[in-house]
């Protein structure tokens, strides 16, 4: 075995502190089932702020573990990175490009110059023409071609142009407009597609594509056929249509006129991009501008505070730092987000590709191999629905760390009944303090079958409600964790080379499909073996 490469992290001293200290905590002293006991212990492992509640008293960590990891913090000067992102440093070097999702949501009179010229305005901007076309679908200025007015949404995108709307859409679906219904077309499969159009009314349906390019092919192929379904319909498109897109891209084309366009930025990521027009225009409709302003403003109270507190009361950045720990050093390649509480059933999806896309990287922004993992593989189910699938594996198999999240106040307090002498909340927080706790102690028992090693880490979460303040802290908290754990690490969070690979594979496929399609005669000798397999295959089984 060779010796694994080093970069300027991993050789870092407070990393090598770091390294040092982890036995310490792998000793059997330090077992959860002993930390967890220690006096003071949530208090001086928990932090409130900006409406969140975090306590990683159950993570394995000691005082000396914190310093450390602050230390390293400090060495990295990842607060001082994180300020520079918030004021237009370009932190996305590989694309020179700035990263200003927070300024989306900001509502500051503070300036943001690019090359001399403010962009605060431009949000202002947006914003306004959101809310002024919200208005006109709700009211009923803006119909449809036949003069419907419009009851379903659908989103046509991919990747970060629809999870973090689908995750806020659903955490509030609770406060949704009565009339609206919102739908998701992201995948390719035909079957996404059908399923949608066996429930719309196509005469009162807006169908939003949302695509920074306008090329992306997934989106560019159920865009086309979303305009042949409403023409075989013998509707007009471009009634039908909205877009949200760069400026000058082929959905903002005068030419192929739409029912309103909105600009997106290049300094916005697309996994980063869901308070921006990407979903500010659905949830507008969905939910009424008013409630995603307030999602807006919960989001930018998050970014103040993980901008401004200081490191060791600083939840975004405590959480980042827990996270390399668990990666690093603990070794948990992976980590599951368990929601006690349905309404936050997209949240996993969404962090997964924040999280995996952003920091799923080789490299330091310098070109240096890391020289140990970056990223963390990301999962996760409501509970208690978890508790009844891949539980056994957290209690008994392989550990990972778990974040539980708990809401105090459910969105429908009016239903009470009692089931064993509680309400179905109360049941429901009764797993929810259970779990993290049989985690961490872990049980004897003399048939090793029914024996619980426990030591196994997990944060429990708080939010007092679903308020849409609340997801918008929840959503800023996540996106800062991901940032600060790639500061940490040296790494680019904002870019996505890893994604072009197959993309790139997949457009030679297509070209051979698209040849046969043509040409019936056409064969694929000039495939590799396997790729002319699986397209003999195909069409074989394809029937007009």
Known sequence: MGKKPSSPVTDLPEWLSLKKHTPVINRKNRHLKYLITEKGRLENFSLNGAGIFYDFSRQRVDAKTMSLLLNLAEARKIKKQFKEMTEVKKVNNTEKREALHTASRSFSNEPLLINGKDVMPDFTSVRKKIKEFASGIHTGEIKGSTGKTFEHIVVIGIGGSYLGPEFVASALKHLALKKMKIHFLSNVDI??????ASVIDPESTLWIVISKSYTTSETTANTNQAYEFMMRKGLDPAKHFATVTSKG???????NPVVASFHMF??????YSVTSAVGGVPL??????DVFERFLKGAEEMDIHAKETPPGANLPLVAALISVWNNNFLRYPAQAIIPYSSPLSKLAP?????NM???GKYVTCDGMPLGVPAGTIIFGEPGTNAQHSFFQ???QGRPFPIDFIGV???CYEQYKSISKGVTNHQELWANLIAQPAALAAGKDDADTAKYFPGNRPSSTILLEDLSPENIGRLLSFYEAKTVYEAFIWSINPFDQFGVELGKKLASGIRSKMAEKNKNPDYSFKDADPVTGFYLEKLFKGYKK
């Open 191 to 196: 079957n996404n597609f059908g399923e949608i």
């Open 249 to 255: 891209s082929p959905g903002d084309d005068p030419s």
């Open 408 to 410: 105090i106040n459910p």
């Open 266 to 271: 290049d300094f916005i990521g697309g996994r």
């Open 357 to 359: 896309e952003s920091n």
């Open 284 to 289: 507008a409709l969905y939910l009424g501008y």
């Open 393 to 395: 594996l957290a209690h």
């Open 350 to 354: 969404h962090i997964q590709q924040l």
